[in-house]
């Protein structure tokens, strides 16, 4: 099946899912709403089209520093793999360099690549951090996702103020207490510094 194929069947099944919930996808207006979908969802799944080493496009540098680097507050969008209802928030990543640092877009950019695919939240934050440690084997990695699923804030039992939050950590931020809690610090303070 080419691309396009599988883009005619996405807005085929758009058009029977608007059928079976009681529309009519001949009205004005849905009537473009099968390819709306269609593109919509080839921009949401997006991530499974890109690999690590793409996204890092060079961008990984020799450096000396051996102190904490933390990129905080990405906002990350996903759907959830087990409703396909969105569920959204923000990531923390810190690493602790060992002769390799990665340009700070770059975070996002990972960030963006693990979310924009069917998921969970607990899969992310490890894919992040693994992919982290992948690119620099630095001496630790850390990863913080908070979010908010409206999987469970619209529909079963709505509790819409509620937020998940996940971590991983790797390397030094798992071994010593205090690195971690630096790097838990950092991401609490309003500019993450002490």
């Known amino acids: 099946m080419t691309v396009m194929d599988k883009r005619h069947s996405l807005a085929d099944l758009t058009r029977h899912w608007l059928e079976t919930i009681g529309e009519d996808p001949n009205r004005e207006g849905l009537l473009k709403t099968p390819e709306r979908v269609e593109k919509a969802w ?3 799944t997006g991530g499974y089209q890109q690999s690590l080493f793409e996204v890092a496009n060079d961008a990984v540098f020799q450096a000396e520093g051996s102190e904490m680097v933390v990129v905080k507050d990405i906002e990350f969008y996903s759907m959830c ?3 396909m209802l969105p569920f959204f928030g923000r990531a923390h990543i810190g690493y602790i360099p060992n002769e390799k640092i990665l340009g700070l877009s770059k975070f996002a950019r990972i ?3 693990f979310s924009r695919r069917l998921q969970v939240q607990e899969r992310i934050t490890t894919q ?3 992919a982290v440690q992948e690119l620099l ?3 630790g990695v850390g990863v913080v996702l ?3 699923h409206l999987c469970m804030a619209m529909r079963g039992v709505q509790k819409q103020q509620s937020s998940t939050t996940t971590s991983s950590m790797l390397g030094v931020f798992r071994e ?3 690195t971690r809690a ?3 610090q950092a991401i609490q303070s309003r500019f993450g510094v002490h």
């Open 176 to 178: 010593d207490a205090r």
């Open 146 to 148: 908070e979010g908010i």
């Open 42 to 44: 080839e921009f949401l």
């Open 128 to 130: 992040i951090a693994e």
């Open 137 to 139: 084997q630095p001496q």
């Open 182 to 184: 630096e790097f838990i």
């Open 111 to 113: 960030t963006d690549m």
């Open 81 to 83: 793999e087990h409703h």
